[in-house]
């Protein structure tokens, strides 16, 4: 599976949008780029993902280069509930094994 | 079931005895995820189940771990003569899975936190 670069941590203000970005630059056509977030204590909870276009659900949005080497996830509008570990996953989809790789995520703040 | 369902939800245990973790994946899903987390740290892949194949067992860091799962439903984790290295959140998740660029969905569970004393 490709691997992902992301910041380690970042601080955002309340009420504004927080710009996630994410590095991916040997990923293949055939996968695709995934978010899921881990508050403290919890298990890690699916937000979005895509292939090629741009997709929004009620949680976020995603943009992806139209290279496909680089992503952002969008939090139009972070409250203080959104603290928490985000990752980035490239995930190869195969009959034989199609399971997330876990990076280091970025430790995303949000301060009043 | 809405979610993947863990249980215990906390377990703590003496060093060299056998746990037991036990996950109910969401109805439907084929595949099952095993994943463990200690504090502080990343996750880490454990084991993966897809309906009658062969489990993908890479992750599994000792031969003290084990885990089966029944047909489609029910998996079970076993950590045997357990260590205090042991100590994290195990953590299941499930999806559908139906073949090459699927791109379905992986859920997570809440986790079972295991402590060795």
């Known amino acids: 599976d490709a691997k992902t670069t992301q910041p380690p941590s970042m601080d955002c203000a309340e009420g504004r949008a927080a710009n996630l970005p994410c590095n991916h630059s040997t990923i293949s056509g055939n996968e695709y780029v995934y978010w899921y977030r881990q508050i403290h204590s919890q298990g890690p909870q699916y937000i979005i993902h895509g292939l090629k276009n741009n997709e929004t659900n009620e949680m976020a949005s995603l943009i992806i280069t139209e290279d496909r080497k680089s992503s952002t996830l969008i939090l139009p509008h972070a409250t203080l509930r959104d603290t928490a570990v985000y990752y980035c996953?490239?995930?190869?989809?195969?009959?034989?094994?199609?399971?997330?790789?876990f990076g280091g995520g970025t430790r995303v703040l949000v301060k009043p | 079931g809405a979610g993947v369902s863990q249980s215990p939800s906390n377990k703590v245990t003496e060093k060299g005895k056998d746990v037991e973790l036990r996950c109910d994946p969401i109805s439907g899903h084929t595949a099952l995820y095993w994943y463990r987390q200690r504090l502080g740290q990343g996750l880490e892949f454990l084991i993966y189940?897809?309906?009658?194949?062969?489990?993908?067992k890479s992750g599994l860091p000792s031969d003290r771990f084990s885990a089966e799962r029944t047909g489609e439903s029910v998996s079970t984790l076993t950590i045997q003569r357990t260590q205090q290295e042991d100590s994290a959140v195990y953590l299941c998740?499930?999806?559908?899975?139906?073949?090459?660029?699927?791109?379905?969905?992986?859920?997570f569970g809440e986790g079972s936190w295991l402590t060795v004393v």
């Open positions: 996953i490239v995930r190869v989809a195969r009959a034989a094994g199609n399971k997330l790789t």
């Open positions: 998740a499930s999806s559908l899975d139906v073949g090459s660029n699927s791109g379905n969905t992986i859920y």
């Open positions: 189940f897809q309906g009658n194949s062969a489990p993908d």
